[in-house]
């Protein structure tokens, strides 16, 4: 069977011209100025190779009262973060953890086949927590199988919105089967190990204390340090605790 | 306040440069493909000024087991119609009939605000009737204040479908706002005169037939029957009938 997305991806993301800069990264920004443009979608467009975030404010942005800039020097984007209910917040971190993780398995084509959709509370202009869908897409890998361009995108449900929780799916947008979180998945990101060295980190011990405590290595445990940033995905120990953190990875 | 969405319609639609034509339905039809790119949607964009509707299949159209063609001499897509269950594609009809007098009676840059999202059932490859969403854009007005383009999309919904009940509403886009279905806008499309003139048309009768049952002039009818296929938005009497059938326009 033919891979028609495959085919309509790089038909149309690759073969267009463009008026500013011929890169993926023109044609990624394409992408989320289009949902902006379409949906009045509030979308942010992260480079993860480049640690950079473009956002395309769409009216939603404006009934958010969302005041964050075009372009900032991170993948997090604080300011929308901020007005997200925290312990949505925390979930958001998990699903989209768990996400990249699958992906991370799946050969660069198939991944384009998946999508996260979760429904999130935010607080709006008038500072009033209100339901928001959101959906993060991976539209574009490196060759060498790195997750490279995620596109978030923020909307009103289309529907009304029963629960007050937060709802998260991961979609395959192929065959509409959904499934669902699994919390299991989300512990095994990390090995035992690495998390009682991530505990250790997170009191403040140095790579040399960690090694004594366990009597291992300071080699090995920097190994191991390596490991969790690249499993937590973030580039300094600050970040994979704030992501632990949030998604509890630390308490069991 | 500016208009951050049709600013950002203008500039990410209008200003682009393509390789294959320089014109509006090239940016459409780059905006339709896209969406099966990203979203595996079977995208139809018609257009409703030639007539003429362009489908970009996604990975849903393989799933079920569409196959409709690339390109086709009418905005309906009979094709895709004839896989959506009889009592759903009724109540579609209504909704998007609704919508477009809606869109008629907004200024242009208003309509970009709307859309129609809906839950209807269509058969897939294995002929049984599973939950498809459907989405539906009117992406641009000619400078007269014609509704130009349209863009229909279908997937499987990110969420589980409780109700086996064709669903549709119409939502601000920007605002959130849901607007619900209602009966007696649909009712209100045409004038009594002008739904007894689609009756009389409906059992074979002549203008002059009609102008007599009525006592008024020939050029009256014919300024009905005009009307009516105008408020009904399609070219001949025998497509006016059915979608008065659809909608159930002469029941009342």
Chains 1, 2 share one sequence.
């Not at 993926?24 to 480049?50: H, R, T």
């Not at 769409?58 to 372009?71: H, Q, R, S």
């Not at 998260?168 to 990390?190: A, E, Y």
Request: hydrophobic share 40%.
């Amino acid at each position: 069977m033919v891979n028609i997305n495959q085919n309509i991806l790089n038909d149309t993301l690759l073969t267009q011209s463009f008026s500013q800069q011929d890169s993926p990264l023109a044609q990624c920004q394409l992408v989320a100025k289009m949902y902006a443009g379409i949906e009045n979608a509030v979308a942010v467009l992260s480079d993860l190779k480049a640690n950079r975030s473009y956002i395309y404010s769409g009216g939603v942005g404006t009934a958010m009262g969302l005041d964050i800039g075009t372009e900032i020097d991170s993948i997090w984007e604080e300011g929308l973060f901020s007005r997200i209910r925290p312990d949505d917040l925390e979930a958001k971190h998990a699903m989209e953890l768990q996400f990249f993780h699958m992906l991370k398995d799946l050969p660069n084509h198939e991944r384009y086949d998946y999508y996260v959709n979760s429904i999130l509370h935010m607080r709006n202009a008038q500072d009033e927590y209100v339901p928001v869908q959101h959906r993060m897409f991976y539209i574009r890998s490196a060759d060498n199988g790195s997750v490279w361009m995620a596109l978030c995108l923020y909307n009103f449900p289309p529907q009304q919105v029963e629960s007050d929780n937060y709802f998260g799916r991961i979609v395959n947008s192929r065959t509409g089967k959904i499934m669902l979180p699994d919390r299991q998945q989300v512990n095994d990101i990390l090995s035992e190990r690495e998390k009682e060295v991530l505990r250790m980190i997170k009191t403040g011990s140095s790579s040399k204390e960690i090694a004594a405590r366990f009597s291992i290595s300071v080699y090995t445990v920097n190994r191991h340090r390596q490991n969790i940033l690249q499993k937590l995905h973030v580039n300094n120990s600050m970040a994979a605790l704030r992501i632990a953190d949030a998604i509890h990875l630390l308490e069991n």
